[in-house]
């Protein structure tokens, strides 16, 4: 069993930046052998794939939305994973959760940012920015 705890989540006016951080506990895995990701579900939407890291960090992806203003990191020695989000709009409102898969994690990169390729899930931050 996995538990994420999002935290780092609030109110920011457009233009702002805010830091996510997601802990990782109560696992069988080492947090170093799990792929992480972070998700966004706005009210009314489907939940959306944000960034995905690989295992040591070396290798990240983006959605179109958020490429060049957010950046995923992960402290293995921590165990726990950060959404760096800069020059934030109206449109990043929503909450945001991180993802944990413990399959294949020699592949992050292929896993994509499909929720159904994760089977872990934190309980969400939410993040409202206002214009």
């Known amino acids: 069993q996995v538990q994420l705890v999002e935290s780092g989540g609030g109110s920011v006016q457009a233009g702002g930046s805010l830091r996510l951080s997601c802990a990782a506990s109560?696992?069988?895995?080492?947090?170093?052998?799990?792929?992480m990701a972070w998700f966004r579900q706005a009210p009314g939407k489907e939940r959306e794939g944000v960034a995905l890291i690989s295992t040591s960090g070396g290798v990240t992806k983006y959605s179109d939305s958020v490429k060049g203003r957010f950046t995923i990191s992960r402290d293995n020695a921590k165990n726990t994973l950060y959404l760096q989000m800069n020059s934030l709009r109206p449109g990043d409102t929503a909450k945001y959760y991180c993802?944990?898969?413990?399959?294949?994690?020699?592949?992050?990169?292929?896993?994509?940012?499909?929720?159904?390729?994760?089977?872990?899930w934190g309980q969400g931050t939410q993040v409202t920015v206002s214009s």
């Open positions: 109560g696992y069988t895995y080492s947090f170093s052998r799990m792929c």
């Open positions: 993802a944990a898969s413990t399959s294949d994690v020699d592949h992050c990169y292929m896993k994509g940012l499909g929720v159904a390729e994760y089977n872990y």
